[in-house]
């Protein structure tokens, strides 16, 4: 049993500002950087945070699925075994299968591998219109919280609207898709779209999408599209708005 002085300690402000130091920003670390600069995450490392062995960032929004990055699998499973509440973490491509077989060996479980797959927009993003979609601001908060966006990374929804960047399909008075910032960093900006099952297939999240990259690029800043391997959905608008894909990292998804 794993006793309250073993568990990692989250790191001090000091010890974050030394890791942002140390951590190079990518499309693959716009989310990281984010979480870490606004304070809406526990960090944990086993070593040196800025030595970049062996961290683990897991969101206040959504604590079960992690982040982890450098470079020693050992380090990071040292890590990943005594938290709690995690179902998945997202890391390296290079440190996947050493991680996994440490994962199967002392959990004698299966690990499952999944892709998360990274793009970038370098291209004047495209223009596409539909007259449900507009980007939404402050005004529209009570709107979007009906429909179940809250802030996520950004801490809150105001923060949210104040900070980033939302559009969306309004029908009939209600928000019924989605298309916003998930996370800002100095050269890069992480899109994620949703759209309510009942209106999906209308062009939707393309044309709200579209909006926020153009808005992303006046800003100065790349827009990034990551999603899941078989999430055929977003991988169609994706290509639809001329992203192109620069890079891939790996879930290990513990069994059940």
Same mark, same amino acid.
């Given at each position: 049993?794993?006793?309250?002085?073993?568990?990692?300690?989250?790191?001090?402000?000091?010890?974050?500002?030394?890791?942002?130091?140390?951590i190079d920003e990518?499309?693959?670390?716009?989310?990281?950087?984010?979480?870490?600069?606004?304070?809406?995450?526990?960090?944990?490392?086993?070593?040196?945070?800025?030595?970049?062995?062996?961290?683990?960032?897991?969101?206040?929004?959504?604590?079960?699925?992690?982040?982890?990055?450098?470079?020693?699998?050992?380090?990071?499973?040292?890590?990943?075994?005594?938290?709690?509440?995690?179902?998945?973490?997202?890391?390296?491509?290079?440190?996947?299968?050493?991680?996994?077989?440490?994962?199967?060996?002392?959990t004698g479980k299966?690990?499952?591998?999944?892709?998360?797959?990274?793009?970038?927009?370098?291209?004047?993003?495209?223009?596409?219109?539909?007259?449900?979609?507009?980007?939404?601001?402050?005004?529209?908060?009570?709107?979007?919280?009906?429909?179940?966006?809250?802030?996520?990374?950004?801490?809150?929804?105001?923060?949210?609207?104040?900070? $980033? =960047?939302?559009?969306?399909?309004?029908?009939? #008075?209600?928000?019924?898709? !989605? &298309?916003?910032? +998930?996370? %800002?960093?100095d050269r890069y900006?992480?899109? $994620? =779209?949703?759209?309510?099952?009942?209106?999906? #297939?209308?062009?939707?999240? !393309? &044309?709200?999408? +579209?909006? %926020?990259?153009?808005?992303?690029?006046?800003? $100065?800043?790349?827009?990034?599209?990551?999603?899941?391997?078989?999430?055929?959905?977003?991988?169609?608008?994706?290509?639809?708005?001329?992203?192109?894909?620069?890079?891939?990292?790996?879930?290990?998804?513990?069994?059940?």
């Open positions: 049993m794993t006793t309250e002085s073993q568990r990692p300690r989250p790191l001090k402000v000091d010890e974050v500002r030394r890791l942002l130091q140390a990518s499309p693959e670390t716009v989310i990281p950087i984010h979480l870490l600069r606004r304070g809406t995450c526990r960090t944990y490392a086993a070593g040196d945070a800025a030595a970049l062995d062996a961290v683990v960032v897991q969101a206040d929004h959504m604590p079960e699925e992690l982040f982890g990055l450098g470079t020693s699998a050992q380090g990071i499973w040292d890590l990943l075994r005594v938290l709690d509440g995690w179902t998945c973490v997202e890391v390296a491509p290079v440190v996947a299968p050493a991680l996994g077989a440490l994962m199967s060996e002392d299966r690990v499952r591998y999944y892709e998360g797959i990274y793009h970038t927009l370098t291209k004047p993003a495209p223009v596409f219109e539909d007259p449900a979609v507009r980007q939404l601001t402050i005004r529209d908060a009570g709107l979007l919280a009906a429909y179940g966006l809250h802030g996520g990374d950004f801490g809150s929804l105001p923060r949210l609207l104040l900070e $980033g =960047v939302v559009a969306g399909a309004v029908v009939d #008075g209600q928000v019924v898709g !989605t &298309a916003h910032t +998930s996370a %800002v960093t900006s992480d899109i $994620g =779209v949703d759209t309510h099952e009942a209106w999906r #297939g209308r062009g939707f999240a !393309t &044309a709200a999408a +579209s909006i %926020v990259a153009r808005r992303v690029q006046e800003q $100065g800043r790349i827009p990034v599209w990551s999603c899941g391997e078989d999430n055929v959905a977003s991988l169609r608008v994706a290509r639809k708005l001329g992203f192109e894909e620069v890079s891939r990292l790996t879930y290990l998804i513990k069994a059940a």
